[in-house]
């Protein structure tokens, strides 16, 4: 089984005094992927690697296939894809649409699927809602969401009905992962930039931050949350 954390000894300081205990942390590898013979590096949780290679290329406009990812290591991978496969953003024209309750039943969800994060502190919560859902943490975003991605399209969900729900903060280079896999709905517990709303306006994504259990803020496309 693959290790997501890992124990060691330290010493805690307090007003009160000082104490010697055991500190659960996140275990976390250097991932190699050579693309086209680009060689590309990953800091991450070591587990759904071809997962996240799959959803990292799906959000640059690339599909690509489990299949065509060459192990070459533990923590090595070969892929070769031709250049004309990658593809340029979209509009994200999805017709699908949420209440408000079900967002925040998606807090809900993305908080009991926090388990990493409630022991070490220490990671990036990510989950793909649609039909079905899969959860993922780790500590990049980036990695986390490209994990997502990856396991939504081998589970078979439907992105393009589907919602992303995180714990991070929403910029620019996470959005666009959305827009490049036409997920329509975003909801982040984190605030976004103001780039972030203005690609989300421009491609059709509807952004939603600061969302709890009892409120969140609609940043771009409203019309698909039924109030």
Same mark, same amino acid.
């Given at each position: 089984?693959?290790?997501?954390?890992?124990?060691?000894?330290?010493?805690?300081?307090?007003?009160?005094?000082?104490?010697?205990?055991?500190?659960?942390?996140?275990?976390?590898?250097?991932?190699?992927?050579?693309?086209?013979?680009?060689?590309?590096?990953?800091?991450?949780?070591?587990?759904?690697?071809?997962?996240?290679?799959?959803?990292?290329?799906?959000?640059?406009?690339?599909?690509?296939?489990?299949?065509?990812?060459?192990?070459?290591?533990?923590?090595?991978?070969?892929?070769?894809?031709?250049?004309?496969?990658?593809?340029?953003?979209?509009?994200?024209?999805?017709?699908?649409?949420?209440?408000?309750?079900?967002?925040?039943?998606?807090?809900?969800?993305?908080?009991?699927?926090?388990?990493?994060?409630?022991?070490?502190?220490?990671?990036?919560?990510?989950?793909?809602?649609?039909?079905?859902?899969?959860?993922?943490?780790?500590? #990049?975003?980036?990695?986390?969401? +490209?994990? =997502? !991605?990856?396991? *939504?399209?081998?589970? /078979? $969900?439907? &992105?393009?009905?589907?919602?992303?729900?995180?714990?991070?903060?929403?910029?620019?280079?996470?959005?666009?992962?959305?827009?490049?896999?036409?997920?329509?709905?975003?909801? #982040?517990?984190?605030?976004?930039? +103001?780039? =972030? !709303?203005?690609? *989300?306006?421009?491609? /059709? $994504?509807? &952004?939603?931050?600061?969302?709890?259990?009892?409120?969140?803020?609609?940043?771009?496309?409203?019309?698909?949350?039924?109030?």
């Amino acid at each position: 089984m693959e290790q997501r954390s890992t124990e060691i000894e330290i010493l805690e300081i307090s007003r009160d005094g000082k104490w010697e205990k055991t500190d659960e942390l996140i275990h976390e590898e250097g991932i190699i992927v050579r693309l086209n013979g680009e060689t590309h590096e990953f800091h991450c949780i070591p587990v759904d690697l071809e997962e996240m290679i799959v959803g990292n290329l799906k959000s640059k406009g690339i599909d690509l296939s489990l299949s065509l990812i060459k192990k070459l290591g533990s923590n090595e991978f070969e892929v070769n894809i031709p250049e004309e496969s990658v593809k340029t953003p979209g509009n994200c024209d999805s017709q699908k649409k949420r209440t408000k309750t079900e967002v925040f039943d998606l807090i809900e969800a993305l908080n009991e699927n926090s388990l990493l994060y409630q022991k070490t502190g220490c990671t990036h919560v990510i989950g793909i809602c649609g039909d079905k859902e899969v959860f993922v943490e780790d500590t #990049s975003r980036h990695c986390a969401i +490209d994990k =997502a !991605i990856g396991l *939504a399209i081998r589970n /078979g $969900i439907n &992105l393009a009905n589907s919602v992303l729900v995180s714990s991070c903060r929403q910029t620019a280079s996470t959005i666009r992962k959305a827009i490049f896999s036409k997920i329509p709905i975003v909801v #982040s517990i984190a605030a976004p930039t +103001d780039l =972030a !709303i203005k690609e *989300a306006n421009e491609h /059709g $994504i509807t &952004l939603i931050g600061f969302a709890s259990s009892r409120r969140f803020n609609i940043y771009s496309h409203d019309w698909r949350i039924e109030i």
